[in-house]
């Protein structure tokens, strides 16, 4: 009877994936310093990698789910991302969009590893370079926060505004 429930259950992931959008990103972002802590501090501060893959929920809905690694003043970050992306089609070629996302993960501090989480905002364009790929460039905010770095240093948060460029790829 288990093996029923289990072929039941891969055939509704296969048909569901069969039948809806998929799209895998890859991005890059650099950031600019607002705040340190708790004062002002502008300038470079750093930039990271990413790789999203996109589930559509709605036409301009999507899920997102994606890895990153970031470089930040106290060192590396490595994350898993979890958000929320939704677009509005302004023209057959432009697209508006706005994602949102959390995420989770660790620095990679000289000692040992320490928690390290954030939360970012960006928005931004599309352009559909054909039916199957996108080119998009997006800004917002962007807050990361090390709680443990405390016992070494005395900034353990920064607000940031990111400018990401992301490559999109329908498959």
């Not at 590396?76 to 706005?98: A, D, M």
């Amino acid at each position: 009877m288990r093996r029923i429930y289990y072929l039941i259950f891969t055939f509704v992931l296969i048909f569901t994936f069969e039948n809806q959008a998929q799209e895998l990103s890859v991005n890059i972002q650099t950031r600019y310093g607002i705040l340190a802590g708790n004062s002002f501090e502008t300038g470079g501060r750093g930039g990271s990698f990413g790789i999203d893959y996109l589930y559509q929920l709605k036409p301009s809905l999507q899920t997102v789910v994606g890895a990153e690694m970031s470089l930040v003043p106290w060192g590396t970050n490595l994350s898993g991302n979890l958000g929320l992306k939704y677009t509005k089609e302004i023209s057959p070629k432009w697209n508006w969009t706005l994602k949102v996302e959390t995420q989770q993960g660790i620095a990679l501090f000289r000692m040992n590893e320490l928690y390290a989480w954030g939360l970012s905002g960006i928005g931004g364009i599309e352009y559909k370079l054909s039916p199957k790929s996108i080119l998009s460039i997006c800004t917002g905010l962007s807050y990361t926060s090390c709680p443990a770095y405390k016992s070494y240093g005395l900034i353990t948060n920064y607000l940031d505004l990111p400018v990401e460029i992301a490559y999109r790829l329908k498959l």
